[in-house]
């Protein structure tokens, strides 16, 4: 079984108004519910065997801070440029690539692929807020066979959430 958290990028500063949009830091707030998140996940053990991130800056921060909270854990991390902008297949190419030896791989990037992506998998979303969570499980055991097929509802929570919605 694969298990896959679909994480969008926590809040972002619009503060410095000449960066690009790939530039752009987190904001206070997304600096609270990034750590937030990941303590979440780890108080109810779940953790990344991989985190793969848009490079762009508020998703990689966001990765780096689950990174952090989970530094006791052996993760592998990469980002990439693939996951900025990204439709559903560009998505789906870059977890397709995921070594056969991770069993949960972590995802950080952007609206509206990340949105369109859950959808695609069968679950009905209108939009992944900032900081989100979204997760799926897979009856395979190979990244590059996961489908609406074979996915199931994990689990999904959000900063404001005040009880975690999980399988």
């Given at each position: 079984m694969k298990k896959l958290l679909i994480c969008r990028h926590a809040k972002s500063s619009w503060v410095q108004a000449w960066l690009t949009d790939h530039d752009r830091p987190l904001a206070k707030?997304?600096?609270k519910d990034a750590p937030l998140m990941a303590k979440r996940l780890k108080a109810n053990h779940i953790f990344p065997g991989k985190i793969t991130s848009s490079d762009a800056s508020r998703a990689l921060q966001t990765a780096k801070?689950?990174?952090?909270?989970?530094?006791?854990?052996?993760?592998?991390?990469e980002q990439t440029p693939e996951l900025y902008h990204a439709s559903v297949k560009d998505i789906?190419?870059?977890?397709?690539?995921?070594?056969?030896?991770?069993?949960s791989l972590f995802i950080f990037g952007h609206n509206p692929g990340f949105t369109d992506l859950i959808n695609h998998l069968g679950e009905s979303l209108d939009n992944l807020p900032t900081a989100a969570i979204f997760g799926f499980t897979f009856?395979?055991?190979?990244?590059?066979q996961i489908s609406r097929k074979n996915?199931?509802?994990?689990?999904?929570?959000?900063?404001?959430?005040k009880s975690t919605k999980n399988s």
């Open positions: 707030r997304g600096l801070i689950y990174l952090e909270v989970f530094s006791k854990e052996d993760v592998i991390f789906l190419q870059v977890i397709h690539k995921t070594s056969e030896q991770v069993n009856s395979t055991d190979r990244w590059e996915a199931s509802f994990w689990l999904y929570d959000f900063p404001k959430n």
